[in-house]
Structure formats: C-alpha cells, structure tokens
C-alpha cells in the first residue's frame, strides 16, 4: 500500500495530522481522551499547525534558507512553547 494513500475506514486519503497525530491522545494520568469532540478539535488543530509550518518551510525554502536550519527552528519553537496551566 502506498502510504500517501492509507486513510480512514472510508478509504480517503491520510492527512498530515492522520499521520502525527497519536493513536490515542492520553491524558497526563495516561488515561485515554474519550470525548470525540476534543478529539476531533486537537486534530483539526494539527491539521491547521501542519499546514501553517508547511507554509513558513517552503517560504524559507524559496528565499534561499537552508532547509536543516529552518527545520531546526521550528522544533525549537515547539520546544519554546510555554504551558499556561502547569501547577
């Protein structure tokens, strides 16, 4: 099978957050995220992040950026993302 065109049980195509997103969002407990809502939101989300980094990547690629660089800096934004709701 072609791994472009692994999807759903529908047989659609997979899409960048199909191919990231974790078989199960867990909880910090480990617990499984069970509501589809959120679930369907946090992918939606990489969905949307994935294409905005795809974007800001090919911009760079196309003003002459190195691409290790610039693919190093966008793992060091995730890596600078603070989380709010630490206790």
Same mark, same amino acid.
């Given at each position: !099978?072609?791994?472009?065109?692994?999807? &759903?049980? &529908?047989?659609?195509? !997979?899409?960048? &957050?199909?191919?990231?997103?974790?078989?199960?969002?867990?909880?910090?407990?480990?617990?499984?995220? &069970?509501?589809?809502?959120?679930?369907?939101?946090?992918? #939606?989300?990489? #969905? #949307?992040?994935?294409? !905005?980094?795809?974007?800001?990547?090919?911009?760079?690629?196309?003003?002459?950026?190195? #691409?290790?660089?610039? /693919?190093?800096?966008?793992?060091? !934004?995730?890596?600078?993302?603070?989380?709010?709701?630490? /206790?």
């Amino acid at each position: !099978m072609n791994g472009s065109t692994i999807g &759903s049980e &529908s047989g659609a195509p !997979m899409t960048r &957050s199909d191919r990231v997103a974790p078989e199960t969002w867990r909880q910090p407990d480990g617990q499984p995220v &069970s509501c589809q809502e959120k679930i369907k939101v946090l992918n #939606e989300n990489l #969905e #949307e992040l994935g294409e !905005m980094c795809q974007d800001a990547f090919e911009d760079a690629l196309l003003m002459g950026c190195d #691409e290790a660089q610039v /693919r190093e800096v966008l793992r060091r !934004m995730v890596d600078e993302l603070e989380n709010p709701y630490r /206790r």
